[in-house]
């Protein structure tokens, strides 16, 4: 076992500052579907209790003897504190209303926006045309809608607080997602696609038309949390769903905006990437250094980024979904450590999960990937 020079905290910090570290931190992204498993809970009685749900994330914290940090603090919604800032278009399907009861959360992707909201995007701004279609959207009432804002932010905030005693940092204190990334999952996937061969300049008015409120409303709930990171959410654009030129037109200066609007607050961006951004990775080399973390899940070629993005920003990930659910605990620890071996050379690397831990993780697979962490230093 190394010798640890370092607190969790400085680990983390120094990690994605691309500083010398004295071992790989691990952070982990975790919802409550694995722990509410490990704890004997079904997922509905972790969502409706809060308390069951988080504490359930802490007690698989104690069980493999902590980590160094964590991407998310937990599950509660970091949304801003401003009626109807969490008010978007899409249905959620949930355990024990659309689902069984021990089923993890869905997004149903259909058409919840039209082309013919497109005007009222470019006229009203994002946050505007929110305000307009409120009971569209969602049918509670002002008073709900606000008491919902008011607990989720609050709950977030306690969440941070919590693992800051602990001595564990969380990476983000607010949560959003690329214009590309709402509008695929608003308008669905295929309508979008249409969208950007049949109408490409209106559906760029849009994009621009959002970004004001996307970043600002970022910037204000990450200080309100007091966690200087924002979490960006932007699968849909790479090189697994669409050419270069369509990313280059469509997510790349969207997303490269605001991650420069968030850098030049002092804050951080985890880009979220699920699916594939192999392709994409060159691009991020114009991105603010030493601001901004590339989370991979596992589809990504996590090797390549490495070699490419190599002392200019941090990398997390990525211990695959299927093999944290059908691995062994000796193939698990022996893919950290070539993930130490070589992504985590020279630093800049976060050990964590390919994208969310699965809710089928085994706890000795969850357990082997950070005990390799915390073990195994080469370097």
């Not at 069980?63 to 969490?86: C, K, N, Q, R």
């Amino acid at each position: 076992m190394p010798k640890e020079t370092m607190t969790a905290m400085e680990r983390m910090e120094a990690a994605v500052k691309l500083e010398p570290v004295d071992r790989i931190p691990c952070a982990p992204l975790m919802d409550i579907f694995f722990p509410a498993r490990f704890k004997g809970y079904t997922i509905l009685e972790a969502l409706r209790d809060w308390k069951k749900g988080f504490y359930s994330i802490v007690d698989v914290f104690d069980e493999v003897g902590g980590w160094d940090g964590m991407i998310l603090p937990g599950y509660s919604v970091a949304t801003t504190p401003h009626v109807y800032s969490g008010v978007s278009p899409g249905k959620n399907l949930f355990p024990g209303l659309d689902l069984g009861q021990d089923e993890p959360t869905q997004f149903e992707e259909k058409e919840a926006l039209t082309r013919d909201d497109y005007d009222d995007i470019i006229n009203l701004g994002w946050n505007g045309f929110r305000l307009k279609n409120k009971d569209r959207f969602n049918p509670m009432d002002e008073d709900r809608i606000v008491k919902w804002t008011e607990r989720q932010i609050g709950r977030y905030k306690t969440e941070i607080e919590f693992w800051k005693e602990r001595g564990v940092r969380s990476l983000c204190g607010a949560m959003t997602r690329s214009p590309l990334m709402i509008l695929s999952t608003s308008r669905s996937l295929m309508e979008i696609t249409k969208d950007i061969y049949r109408i490409p300049d209106k559906l760029e008015a849009v994009m621009e038309a959002m970004m004001d409120d996307l970043i600002s409303d970022s910037i204000e709930a990450a200080k309100f949390t007091g966690e200087p990171g924002v979490f960006l959410v932007m699968e849909r654009g790479g090189g697994f769903y669409y050419p270069l030129k369509i990313y280059e037109r469509f997510e790349y200066p969207h997303m490269k905006r605001m991650v420069e609007a968030f850098a030049a607050e002092g804050l951080i961006t985890v880009m979220h990437l699920d699916q594939d951004y192999t392709l994409n990775l060159p691009y991020f080399l114009d991105l603010p250094p030493k601001m901004v973390v590339a989370e991979l899940d596992s589809t990504t070629d996590i090797f390549k980024a490495k070699e490419i993005l190599n002392g200019h920003m941090c990398i997390a990930g990525d211990v695959p979904a299927a093999l944290a659910s059908l691995g062994t605990p000796e193939e698990v620890e022996e893919y950290c450590k070539k993930l130490i071996d070589v992504v985590g050379k020279d630093g800049g690397f976060i050990m964590s999960t390919g994208c969310t831990c699965p809710v089928e993780c085994k706890m000795d697979n969850f357990r082997a990937m950070v005990e390799a962490t915390k073990n195994y230093w080469p370097h």
